[in-house]
């Protein structure tokens, strides 16, 4: 799989390096590049989560290797402090059934500026370099797909897949916040929430989490 992938992102090489060449002078990490753990394949649901973009992260342009093993060495944040982000990753691994630091994580956006979003001409570049999502769909396989986006990211969202339905999950308490997504080139178990931070604000984690717990039935 990771050879897979890293034909993949050698097939965008240079599209990455233009991205980071138009901007020479900020502050940019990336490229963010997946490698998931052996154990990914071997769970009842193989599970992929789909953030927004990173807080800061190495930015070897030249070497994707680099950037890959960056990702292994992090192994989806077994070292890293308890975030939203990480703990409710957990929670779901859990619910589905599949062991801790087992899923993929992945980004829409393949940079971060500043360790956060990027914005105006700065998003619209590196959003150019969205739909590598639809190889890493295809690569992994996934059968449940989680994208803790939120609604700033639809748009980007329905740019990837065109055409793509929001469905309201009826059965979460916040129908209009938590949506299965369908799309020929998604999994059927597909769905959009929120950002973890906002869902623990507001109160949906553990209906999200007692929600995904059904999915194994």
Same mark, same amino acid.
């Given at each position: 799989?990771?050879?897979?992938?890293? /034909?993949?992102?050698?097939?965008?090489?240079?599209?990455?390096?233009?991205?980071?060449?138009?901007? $020479?002078?900020?502050?940019?990490?990336?490229?963010?590049?997946? %490698?998931?753990?052996?154990?990914?394949?071997?769970?009842?649901?193989?599970?992929?989560?789909?953030?927004?973009?990173?807080?800061?992260?190495?930015?070897? /342009?030249?070497?994707?290797?680099?950037?890959?093993?960056?990702?292994?060495?992090?192994?989806?944040?077994?070292?890293?402090?308890? %975030?939203?982000?990480?703990?409710?990753?957990?929670?779901?691994?859990?619910?589905?059934?599949?062991? $801790?630091?087992?899923?993929?994580?992945?980004?829409?956006?393949?940079?971060?500026?500043?360790?956060?979003?990027?914005?105006?001409?700065?998003?619209? @570049?590196?959003?150019?370099?969205?739909?590598?999502?639809?190889?890493?769909?295809?690569?992994?396989?996934?059968?449940?797909?989680?994208?803790?986006?939120? /609604?700033?990211?639809?748009?980007?969202?329905?740019?990837?897949?065109?055409? /793509?339905?929001?469905?309201?999950?009826?059965?979460? %308490?916040?129908?209009?916040?938590?949506?299965?997504?369908?799309?020929?080139?998604?999994?059927?178990?597909?769905?959009?929430?929120?950002? $973890?931070?906002?869902?623990?604000?507001?109160?949906?984690?553990?209906?999200?989490?007692?929600?995904?717990?059904?999915? @194994?039935?």
């Amino acid at each position: 799989m990771r050879e897979k992938l890293l /034909v993949a992102y050698q097939q965008r090489h240079a599209d990455f390096k233009s991205v980071r060449t138009t901007f $020479p002078d900020v502050d940019m990490s990336g490229p963010f590049l997946i %490698s998931p753990n052996e154990h990914y394949n071997n769970q009842p649901f193989p599970l992929l989560i789909i953030g927004q973009e990173t807080k800061g992260w190495g930015d070897d /342009v030249e070497d994707l290797n680099v950037q890959m093993n960056l990702y292994e060495n992090f192994n989806l944040g077994e070292k890293y402090h308890s %975030s939203p982000f990480w703990n409710i990753t957990r929670k779901v691994e859990k619910a589905l059934g599949n062991e $801790p630091y087992t899923c993929t994580w992945t980004n829409i956006s393949k940079y971060d500026v500043n360790c956060g979003r990027a914005y105006g001409l700065q998003a619209e @570049t590196i959003a150019t370099l969205d739909d590598i999502l639809l190889d890493e769909i295809k690569i992994l396989k996934p059968k449940v797909c989680l994208f803790f986006t939120g /609604v700033d990211f639809d748009d980007r969202i329905k740019k990837i897949f065109p055409g /793509v339905e929001y469905l309201p999950v009826k059965e979460h %308490s916040h129908p209009d916040r938590f949506f299965r997504l369908k799309h020929t080139l998604l999994p059927t178990l597909t769905f959009r929430s929120d950002h $973890p931070k906002y869902l623990r604000l507001s109160g949906q984690e553990q209906s999200i989490i007692d929600y995904i717990k059904t999915l @194994t039935k």
